[in-house]
């Protein structure tokens, strides 16, 4: 015998009390649960970098100036179309490209050669990783103004030392025009040279030793052993970290600003000090918005460009 059916409209029953919990309610509960845990990192991403940004490309669309009580208007794309006839931001961007795509390969090869040496198992191994990592901590202005002095002209060690040699001991490294961007960007290697080394060496790491070994036992002498175990070993890392070091290094502001204030004569004028100048010394917060704007855009493109070639070679390596 059946039992009845419960009147139409009417709700089902509850589960008894100590029933296990219905799988819709768990995944509800899992969804709150991990909500709650988010939300407190992600609340001061989305005010301190997402609201910010969201304001910089609303602003440049608009005439918005640096003044006490701002009065601003819609202008649509003006600001772009000004910013495609001005050849001194463009020249900037040239400059950026230079500086950045040079310090990232330097970084890169120095960094690579010193990861070495400290996987090597050298005596006072401990000690050479502290001092490796020494320019690293040290703030960007402390860093711009120590070397100020090694640069100076006048009682800089770096002239102190060419005298000694024998060679010309009166160049002025930073207000030179054929010198100054390559002086920053001997300092821009020196800097960022402790990070990469430190990603380099934990990938170095990862590397099992029978690699190497089994390399050597077929007659691998070192530069096949580097070149066959120890670069495709390290693909990921060498694309991640250059991928972020190429953004680090565009970005740079602090450290041109403090050595050379973006001179002499423009030579050093990287694009982020363009725009910033553009905002805070001629007011043209808007304008300073779309250059901003550009620069993001510009910068992305090229990184996708660079990861999916670097991804498709991994990807043919594999299937070959």
């Not at 819609?74 to 950045?100: H, K, P, Q, T």
């Not at 001997?186 to 790491?205: C, E, F, I």
């Not at 001179?263 to 918005?289: D, H, Q, V, W």
Request: proline share 8%; aromatic share 10%; net charge positive.
């Amino acid at each position: 015998m059946t039992a009845p059916s419960s009147p139409r409209g009417t709700a089902p029953p509850r589960p008894a009390r100590g029933a296990p919990p219905r799988p819709g309610g768990t995944a509800r509960a899992r969804r709150r649960e991990a909500a709650a845990l988010v939300m407190p990192s992600l609340l001061p991403i989305l005010v301190l970098s997402v609201a910010p940004l969201v304001m910089g490309i609303a602003l440049a669309f608009t005439d918005a100036r640096l003044v006490r009580r701002p009065d601003y208007e819609f202008v649509g794309v003006d600001n772009f179309v000004r910013l495609l006839d001005n050849s001194y931001f463009w020249e900037s961007f040239r400059i950026g490209m230079v500086w950045a795509v040079s310090v990232t390969l330097l970084q890169l090869v120095a960094a690579m050669g010193l990861a070495l040496l400290l996987d090597a198992g050298l005596r006072f191994q401990g000690l050479t990783r502290v001092l490796a990592l020494i320019p690293w901590a040290m703030p960007p202005v402390v860093v711009a103004i120590m070397w100020q002095m090694i640069y100076s002209p006048n009682a800089g060690p770096l002239n102190a030392a060419l005298g000694a040699l024998g060679l010309p001991d009166d160049v002025n490294w930073l207000a030179d025009f054929s010198t100054a961007l390559p002086a920053v960007v001997v300092v821009g290697v020196w800097v960022g040279m402790p990070q990469t080394t430190v990603t380099l060496l934990a990938g170095l790491q990862q590397i099992p030793s029978e690699l190497h070994e089994a390399a050597a036992m077929d007659g691998a002498g070192a530069w096949r052993r580097f070149t066959g175990v120890t670069l495709p070993g390290l693909r990921p890392i060498v694309a991640s970290i250059t991928s972020l070091n190429f953004i680090w290094n565009f970005n740079s502001f602090s450290l041109v600003y403090v050595l050379t204030e973006g001179g002499p004569g423009g030579r050093t004028m990287l694009p982020m000090l363009f725009t910033y100048l553009e905002a805070f010394k001629n007011r043209n917060i808007g304008y300073a918005a779309a250059m901003g704007m550009v620069l993001v855009i510009v910068v992305v493109l090229l990184l996708a460009f660079y990861l999916r070639s670097q991804f498709r070679d991994d990807r043919e390596g594999k299937v070959g």
